[in-house]
């Protein structure tokens, strides 16, 4: 690790994944403070001039960003801080931007040659009149996180109208043919694939896909690590996760999420669903999980992230 640096660490903000930012920012000051950092943590509100005036006033080395969702993971707060000249950890704008924008990002990974799953992006008064794709099919906000306003659609289902009359996530929606099988999840830090984590929602716990609930409450699904499928299969995801992440331009730690349909006779068939670039980093969270897997403390990994920051001016 390099030497101690003044490290401001942005958590909260104004997404609907705030708790789990603040829950990712309480966990990378302590253990950025545990190697001997200068740290601050400061909750990104709704005022701009006064989350700049804290910045300038504190004149921090490397900002950490542990902000999640709309504003911190989409490319608003990076262009923020590079503006100032302020260092930061994750990935710039243009990655940044492009990750959280699904239909952006699909494009990308097409144009790169990587596995996604049939779909396209609908009006969202579409789905009220019917049925976008043949069911199952998954109904997706464009622009969120977290799996926040996924919903499965499937056959025989009564459940298109409830959706849109509570849909309340713009104008538009990212349709996609359902993929049975396993949810999966590569780590990647810089070139390096991390390990392959399969995830199961925890059974009688009400949830059927691997959601908010799922992934945020404690007991809410089951990782295992590394994930007891084919060997080619893993080596895949993990090609896969560090090309996903050469392209979309992301730098320091990124998160690629797919589904692994092992269901049929044939070969396992693996489908990129996003890459996540501001990865969790609560306790329950998947990265510092396969990052303590691969001998990685999570201080360590909080420290590696400080060195990889940098301004994009």
């Known amino acids: 690790m390099s030497s101690t640096k003044r490290i401001t660490v942005l958590m909260g903000g104004m997404s609907s994944e705030r708790d789990v930012s603040l829950s990712s920012g309480k966990g990378a000051v302590e253990a950025l403070r545990s190697l001997g950092h200068t740290v601050t943590p400061l909750d990104a509100g709704a005022d701009l001039a006064a989350l700049v005036t804290s910045l300038t006033e504190q004149k921090p080395d490397v900002v950490f960003n542990a902000l999640h969702g709309r ?36 494009a990308v990974f097409l144009a790169a040659g990587l596995p996604v799953a049939e779909g396209r992006v609908i009006a969202i008064e579409e789905l009220a009149k019917a049925d976008p794709l043949p069911a199952p099919y998954v109904v997706k906000p464009v622009s969120e996180g977290s799996s926040v306003g996924v919903s499965i659609v499937r056959p025989g289902s009564n459940t298109r109208q409830e959706i849109v009359k509570n849909w309340c996530y713009g104008p538009h929606a990212l349709v996609e043919d359902f993929i049975p099988g396993k949810e999966i999840t590569v780590g990647v830090l810089g070139d390096r694939a991390l390990t392959v984590t399969d995830i199961t929602p925890t059974p009688g716990a009400g949830h059927d896909f691997y959601n908010y609930d799922a992934k945020y409450t404690s007991g809410g699904s089951s990782h295992v690590l590394p994930a007891l499928i084919d060997d080619v299969v893993s080596k895949e995801a993990c090609a896969v996760a560090v090309a996903a992440h050469q392209a979309l331009g992301c730098s320091g730690a990124s998160r690629s999420d797919f589904r692994l349909d092992d269901t049929g006779p044939g070969p396992a068939r693996l489908i990129l669903l996003e890459v996540n670039t501001q990865p969790g980093m609560t306790a329950t969270s998947l990265l510092p999980e396969q990052a303590a897997y691969c001998g990685i403390s999570y201080p360590e990994l909080c420290g590696w992230l400080v060195d990889q920051a940098t301004c994009r001016q």
């Open 71 to 106: 504003f911190g993971e989409d490319g608003c707060i990076q262009g923020v801080l590079d503006w100032m000249g302020l260092p930061y950890t994750h990935s710039g704008v243009r990655a940044s931007a492009t990750a959280m924008d699904k239909a952006a990002a699909r």
